[in-house]
């Protein structure tokens, strides 16, 4: 199941590229975010039977890292906090371009791209992939 939704995520990815490339920036944006989407579900695996990952949610145990340390102390700082903050901006502009109609910009899409891309080249790492 890892593989199969880290190939959906690197197509979001590349269709968010594309896009960008385009000047569709909203768009770009839109498919960026379902790549990390798909890419911290792939890391984290399914939910418990019967729940789904929550959009912002999946954030938190993704950082946390215990997917690929679970002997790390549960009170300290994820393992890979750097992405906290991106990866929550990352929804924030998903949810202004797609329901509050913000026009994004080159620049942010640009970043974001970065960060989707790093995103999923960590994964692969950690996963051995």
């Given at each position: 199941m890892i593989e199969f939704r880290i190939k959906y995520a690197r197509n979001y990815l590349e269709d968010?590229?594309?896009?960008?490339e385009n000047k569709r920036y909203n768009s770009a944006i839109s498919r960026l975010y379902y790549a990390?989407?798909?890419?911290?579900?792939?890391?984290?695996g399914d939910p418990d039977e019967?729940?789904?990952?929550?959009?912002?949610?999946?954030?938190?145990?993704?950082?946390?890292?215990?997917?690929?340390?679970?002997?790390?102390?549960?009170?300290?700082?994820g393992l890979l906090e750097h992405f906290r903050l991106p990866l929550r901006q990352l929804y924030t502009h998903r949810i202004?371009?797609?329901?509050?109609?913000?026009?994004?910009?080159?620049?942010?899409?640009?970043n974001m791209i970065e960060?989707?891309?790093?995103?999923?080249?960590?994964?692969?790492?950690?996963?051995?992939?």
């Open positions: 968010a590229k594309f896009l960008y990390s989407y798909q890419a911290m579900w792939a890391a984290l019967g729940k789904v990952w929550k959009h912002l949610a999946i954030i938190k145990p993704f950082v946390n890292g215990y997917w690929f340390n679970p002997k790390h102390p549960q009170r300290t700082t202004k371009s797609d329901y509050e109609l913000f026009e994004m910009n080159e620049n942010i899409v640009k960060l989707v891309d790093d995103t999923i080249k960590t994964i692969l790492t950690k996963r051995g992939l």
